[in-house]
Structures are given as structure tokens and as C-alpha cells.
């Protein structure tokens, strides 16, 4: 439990970094998480999918940054395009089999593509709406995750998806819920200088508690289906990155979707 708090202050410490400093500082640690979730990710599906290619997956990661700096999103999906293509065109010279190329593809969409709308936000026309978005993706879901722990180790009786995940109870999603709501509100009250009515942030409460707990049990799938506890031992006590990324994951869809569509 102790190795487990001390990460745990330390990945808030580096939240607390990211959104202070954002800019490049920002955009490179993004870019370096998303390599390492890349190779946790392909690592685990390698036991199931020898052959899975994975260069046209890093070369995606390496180039995202120039590639959006250059173009915005439009580069991006250039770039994830182009990407698929070489993940198909390499399969023809290397005799993959169909799945091999499938487990490729789909790791240039999970968990490569959402960090996309994650540097999108910390490069948001308006800086303060793009540090709400990034507060709300960020460490709302890691707020959502101790909410939703702490709840369901007191009062969690009832099993949420015990097949995916047997620790995970009802009880603590809703605990999760209320302590992203509450922390969701908290932001909203300081957007109201930038003009975003509050009611927005109890929406986004909803939409990003239940794009997480989504995430969180789409990464313990897949976990389960190639047989590991963790994806990695990056954060002691904790696992890899994607155990810590797996609700920003969908989380970042999630609100990069209304930002989009309802506050730019």
C-alpha cells in the first residue's frame, strides 16, 4: 500500500506538471507515454499475435506531434491513414496471417489515436477552455478511479462486471461518479469567466465517468484475453502506463467529442 500512495503522489505531481506547463512540455510527455502505452500494448497481444507489426504503430507515434503541429488533426488522421496502409503493405511481404494484421491495426486506433485528442486539447484555440478539457480528461479521471476505489473498498457489495473485472462493484462506480461530478462542478465554476454555461460540466461529469469506467474495463479485457495482471511495472504498485491510462483513453474521445461539437 505504501509503494502504492508514493506513485500515486508522484503521477499527480506529474498531472500537476503537465497542466501547469502544457505547451511543448506538455505535448512531449504525451508523445512519450503514448510510446511506452504502444509497446505495452503490443507487448501483450504479442502472445497471442507473434507477428504483429509494429513499426508502422511507433512510426505513428513518433511522428504524431510533428505531423498535428503541421496539419492539426487533419495530419493526424493523414498520418494514421498512411500508417494502415504500411501495416497492411508489410503484411503482404512478411506472410502474416489476417489476424496479425487486424491486432496491428487496431493498436494504431487503441490506444495510439486518442492521445491525439489529447495533445489537440493542450493546443485548444482558447487556453483556458483547452485546460478545462484537459483538467476534465485528465485528472478527472484519475479522480473518478480513487473516488470509485476508496467507495467500493468501504461500502462495494454488489460486482459490477465480474467476468472483466471482479473487484470492480456498483457501489464504487457510483462513488466515482459523484467524485467526478463534484470535481467537474469545481471547474465549472472557474470556466464561468470564460463564458461556459455550468450546466455543460454536469454533462461532461456524466459522459467522462462513464467513457472511464468503460476504459478501465476495455484495458482489463484485454488483459484477461492474453493472460497478464498488468501491462507493465512503470508506476510501482500501480502497473504501466495504460494501467493508469486506460479510462483517459476513452476519456479523451469522450470530451474532445463535446468540445467540439458544442464549445468551439
Not at 482558447?126 to 484537459?134: A, K, N, P, R, S
Request: charged share 10%; glycine share 12%; net charge positive.
Amino acid at each position: 500500500m505504501g509503494t502504492r500512495i508514493i506513485t500515486g503522489i508522484v503521477a499527480l505531481c506529474m498531472v500537476a506538471f503537465f497542466l501547469t506547463f502544457r505547451g511543448w512540455a506538455a505535448d512531449l510527455m504525451l508523445i512519450a507515454f503514448l510510446l511506452v502505452a504502444q509497446w505495452e500494448v503490443l507487448t501483450a497481444l504479442k502472445s497471442k499475435y507473434p507477428k504483429i507489426g509494429r513499426w508502422p504503430v511507433y512510426i505513428f507515434g513518433i511522428l504524431l506531434l510533428p505531423a498535428f503541429l503541421w496539419k492539426g488533426l487533419t495530419g493526424a488522421v493523414i498520418l494514421l491513414s498512411a500508417c494502415l496502409v504500411a501495416q497492411m503493405t508489410c503484411a503482404l511481404f512478411e506472410g502474416r496471417s489476417v489476424d496479425n494484421i487486424i491486432a496491428g491495426s487496431f493498436t494504431l486506433l487503441y490506444p495510439s489515436l486518442p492521445f491525439a485528442f489529447l495533445i489537440a486539447l493542450n493546443h485548444w484555440p482558447d487556453y483556458w477552455v483547452g485546460l478545462y478539457g484537459l483538467l476534465i480528461a485528465v485528472a478527472g479521471s484519475s479522480i473518478c478511479d480513487i473516488g470509485a476505489y476508496f467507495t467500493g473498498t468501504f461500502i462495494g457489495k454488489h460486482k459490477l462486471c465480474p467476468e472483466i473485472s471482479p473487484k470492480k462493484t456498483v457501489e464504487g462506480a457510483i462513488g466515482g461518479f459523484v467524485w467526478n461530478l463534484i470535481f467537474c462542478m469545481g471547474v465549472g465554476y472557474f470556466a464561468q469567466g470564460a463564458g461556459i454555461p455550468l450546466w455543460h460540466f454536469a454533462i461532461l461529469a456524466v459522459l467522462s465517468s462513464l467513457a472511464g469506467e468503460l476504459g478501465d474495463l476495455a484495458a482489463s479485457q484485454i488483459k484477461r484475453f492474453c493472460g497478464i495482471k498488468d501491462y507493465g511495472k512503470v508506476f510501482p504498485g500501480h502497473g504501466g502506463v495504460m494501467d493508469r491510462f486506460d479510462g483517459i483513453v476513452f476519456n479523451a474521445v469522450a470530451v474532445f467529442g463535446y468540445f467540439t461539437l458544442f464549445l468551439l
